[in-house]
């Protein structure tokens, strides 16, 4: 980890990095939400996007297919 905040990978390590086969529809999806989260934050840099970023979240995590245990985890790393 670098300064306990950011993963660092090296590129032979993304080699391997699982990408989901059909991700097309979810990913403009995801493109939509990360547009609005940007506007408003134009907008109003304190602007309160939580519920789209919560939004991007679950869609991430329903097109790897993660399980609710798995979910926690990560939710509970991410509170940290």
Do not use: C, W
Not at 1 to 9: A, E, G, K, L
Not at 23 to 34: M, S, T, Y
Not at 61 to 72: H, N, P, R, S
Request: glycine share 2%; net charge neutral; hydrophobic share 40%.
């Amino acid at each position: 980890m670098q300064r306990n905040t950011f993963p660092q990978f090296k590129v032979n390590e993304l080699a391997n990095f699982p990408l989901p086969k059909s991700r097309n529809k979810k990913q403009a999806e995801i493109a939509e939400l990360v547009k609005q989260i940007l506007t408003a934050k134009k907008r109003d840099p304190q602007a309160d996007t939580t519920a789209l970023e919560d939004q991007i979240d679950h869609m991430v995590y329903e097109v790897y297919g993660l399980t609710l245990e798995e979910i926690a985890v990560l939710e509970g790393f991410n509170r940290k």
